[in-house]
């Protein structure tokens, strides 16, 4: 099935400017700085990377490399629901694998993509952390434990793409 390519959403360049100028020439406060602008905004928009680096006195590649490196800092916008299905060990033993296929029959999305109407963004995750409920998903910061296909048509079923 072709992927259909999704416009990236217009970027508020001015709000990002103004949250920059409260840290220009503080080399040290780039991971706060890329916190504040992915919090505020959703994410940090590749295209602001040299005005972070010039606000800073850094090598854009000095920029990108802290963005890259840490798994929390996201550069593609990501819907407004994260779901996290677990693939720890209890949870593929006790059936993880179909959880994660279902999840992702009805969003119509692969591990790491986001829906087009921006509503989901799905993940994997090593472990949740509630093994005695395996399996497991989560939808934001609301665990789901026990999870079967009945219960995973009743969370995502109105999501159901064709």
């Not at 700085?33 to 905004?41: N, R």
């Amino acid at each position: 099935m072709p992927t259909k390519e999704k416009k990236a959403p217009r970027v508020n360049l001015k709000k990002i400017d103004k949250i920059i100028a409260g840290y220009r020439g503080k080399r040290w406060t780039l991971i706060p700085l890329v916190q504040e602008i992915q919090e505020k905004v959703g994410y940090i928009p590749p295209q602001v990377i040299p005005n972070i680096a010039n606000a800073l006195k850094v090598f854009p590649s000095q920029v990108q490399g802290v963005v890259s490196f840490y798994a929390q800092l996201y550069t593609e916008p990501r819907g407004k629901n994260i779901v996290r299905v677990c693939r720890g060990t209890a949870c593929h033993v006790r059936g993880g694998k179909s959880i994660l296929k279902l999840t992702k029959e009805y969003l119509g999305i692969e591990e790491g993509q986001t829906t087009e109407d921006m509503q989901y963004t799905l993940e994997t995750v090593a472990c949740i952390g509630v093994c005695s409920l395996a399996p497991n998903l989560m939808i934001n910061k609301e665990t789901f434990g026990n999870m079967n296909p009945k219960k995973v048509a009743a969370l995502f079923g109105g999501a159901k793409k064709e």
